[in-house]
């Protein structure tokens, strides 16, 4: 496969993650394993520290247009990053590139994308469209949680989750945040889910890459091309026609967990 294949394709999964906040670990994993043959842990922990480098770029873009909502942030991350840790300690002990390991590792992505392809098509077709837009009262009453505790327990689950597949910080993080800040206008709801995945997947990351999971020049490629995708992809996320995006993301997510699970 050229090297320019691979640059396209760091491009087009950073232009998705700016405008979505998904497609990350859901998109770019299976596009490892699939297109180019990469083995799946090594798949993991590249995408992993791709993801902490493109969404660190994106969240500067969002910051400056001021989306981020940082006590959001904070409640996920207080969950996720110590869960991260745990998973990184089990991962040390039983060695990533065991063919048990790896065969857990592709049937939990495979389910994984399957169920966030399920709920992303549910809430793009039936669910209601997000205002874009609120006054400072209104911002700060959406930013509190249905109960203090969920987005801690969600943030777990999470981290978990993406420290052993690199899916679900984009994916899943949306749905969560949806489920969990009802009235968060959409942007603000994407800006959230690429905030909190930064220190998320530079953590995870970091750890794969001292189990010996991370292929750097394979990495490299691909943030020449996700750096200025997702740059575009932040400036044009109030533009994002949303159902649409959302439905055939669904489509597309949903098949390459299927795949997984048929290996």
Partial sequence: MPEYAIVIAGFAVGLIVGLTGVGGGSLMTPILIFFFGVKPYLA???????????????????????????????????????????????????????????KAMTLTLGV???????AMFYKAARGRQLPRQLNHADLDQAMRARHPALPVLFGALIGTLVTLTSVGAG????????????LLPLPRIVAADIAYAVPLTLLAGLGHASLGSVDWHLLGLLLCGSLPGIWLGTRLVHRTPERLVRSGLSVLIGYAGLKLIAI
Avoid at 112 to 118: E, I, N, S
Avoid at 171 to 182: H, Y
């Fill in 112 to 118: 994984a994308l399957v169920l966030t392809a399920l």
């Fill in 171 to 182: 994916a899943i993080g949306v749905s969560v945040l949806l489920l969990l800040f009802p």
């Fill in 44 to 102: 993991v922990g590249t995408d992993l520290l791709f993801a902490a480098t493109t969404k660190a770029g994106g969240t500067l873009s969002l910051a400056r247009q001021k989306l981020v909502p940082w006590r959001v942030v904070a409640w996920l991350s207080a969950g996720s990053l110590p869960a991260a840790a745990l998973t990184l300690y089990t991962l040390h002990r039983v060695g990533p590139a065991s063919a048990p390991v790896q």
